[in-house]
């Protein structure tokens, strides 16, 4: 007997924030706070806590560009300060936020 799991991609299971060794147990216990060890199979998360690693690529990757769109609408549509509360700043969270718990993962 080679394994006792199904070997499992880690990108499918990361993405989804599950354990990397049985993809059932969850890798998470808040939004972004990983747990210390699988609650199905036991496996110890702690070798692989990525701590802030992730989140400096989704700053560079997908901030940069947020606030590009946001320069972008300025340019365009010349918004009146309240607006870029409503477009912009939304954005810029959302972009920054979505990403970071499947990559994280
Ligand atoms: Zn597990």
Redesign the pocket.
Known sequence: MASQWAPLPPVKTGIRGL?P??G??HLFEGFLTLKPK?D??G?DYRFADPAGGPAFFVICFTCVPAVAVACWIEVAFTPSPWMHLFTSLPLTLLACLLPLRPLKG
């Open positions: 354990c060794w049985c059932r147990g699988c199905v199979c496996l």
